[in-house]
């Protein structure tokens, strides 16, 4: 199990509510891919975009840390594309 930082950009327009339930979904794929979520915090709230992403101008910023096999990032990013509530999203290893 390797170690990795998830970045998830959602609309900052949408409830607080609808964003934190699209958080518990991220968790939920994560630990779906044999994953486990060690944290997860809001890193920037309603923070303007330097240009537009899919006709957004302002997003709100989420970082999850957790652990998964390396061969179920590729599937997990999958996910996150298909996902019509994350703008953009950033899967690193520290």
Do not use: C
């Amino acid at each position: 199990m390797d170690k990795y930082e998830l970045v998830v950009i959602m609309d900052a327009a949408v409830p607080q509510e609808e964003k934190e339930t699209t958080v518990k979904e991220v968790g939920d794929l994560i630990a779906m891919n044999e994953g486990k979520v060690i944290n997860s915090q809001v890193w920037l709230e309603k923070h303007k975009f330097s240009f537009r992403m899919k006709k957004k101008t302002e997003g709100t910023y989420y970082l999850v840390n957790f652990e998964s096999p390396r061969e179920k990032i590729v599937k997990l990013r999958q996910k996150l594309k298909l996902n019509e509530k994350v703008l953009r999203s950033l899967i690193v290893k520290p």
